[in-house]
């Protein structure tokens, strides 16, 4: 987590260094999450819904045509698993730290933007369940599954700079490159997700 924090800090220097005297934001955002698994054992697992939020620092170059965004998010993943009349819920919380760069096409106050960029992610807890649908009972399973994930996102959206406020939407997929791991059903798979986000920023 202190590296994540170290390397978001890096690219806040970095960001306003080459974009000294330009449009700088921070602000908050949340948003909608579809999440499944990737891989090639990935076959019997249906998605579920989650959500994610936090903060992001936003510069952009004077003209709006480049920008970096950085951002240090909570975020819900996982998949379920309906085999032999048993039910397995995988839900993961993350603390991820995507870095996006950004490429807009400015239209007055309206910027449409494509985004592509890394993230890193840290598990903070992880809740996996089994319900016997025969029976209704629940029990809570324990597993070690991995601790850190990291892939590539990519998507697009909309900023509406209105004069130092900025409102912000996007659409992105994230696809994980780390095996999840610890029990059979995930060791040949990983994390991917569709995700619509919204955001308010004000100039600083």
């Known amino acids: 987590m202190k590296k994540s924090i170290v390397f978001i800090f ?5 960001g306003t260094t080459v974009f000294a005297q330009k449009k700088v934001h921070i602000g908050v955002k949340g948003g909608f ?8 054992d990935n076959n019997d697992f249906d998605k579920r819904a989650g959500f994610s939020t936090g903060v992001f620092f936003h510069t952009i170059s004077k003209k709006g045509f480049f920008g970096i965004q950085p951002e240090m998010l909570y ?16 839900l993961f919380h993350y603390a991820e730290t995507p870095i ?33 649908l025969l029976t209704n009972e629940v029990r ?36 994980g490159f780390k095996e ?6 995930l060791e040949d798979v990983k994390n991917s997700n569709f995700s619509i986000n919204v955001g ?5």
């Open 33 to 40: 999450i579809n999440t499944d698994f990737s891989g090639t």
């Open 10 to 14: 890096f690219v806040i220097l970095l």
């Open 180 to 185: 999840l791991g610890g029990v059979d059903e």
């Open 140 to 175: 809570k399973v324990t597993d070690d599954t991995s601790g850190f994930d990291f892939g590539m996102t990519g998507g697009a959206g909309i900023d509406l700079m209105l004069g130092s406020l900025l409102l912000t939407a996007d659409a992105r997929y994230n696809l």
């Open 75 to 90: 975020a819900q993943k996982g998949a379920f698993l309906i085999k032999n009349d048993l039910k397995t819920e995988y």
């Open 100 to 132: 996006m760069f950004k490429i807009s096409i400015p239209i007055k106050v309206i910027h449409i933007k494509a985004l592509i960029g890394p993230y890193a992610g840290f598990k903070i807890q992880e809740n996996i369940t089994e319900k016997n």
């Open 200 to 204: 308010v920023g004000i100039k600083i």
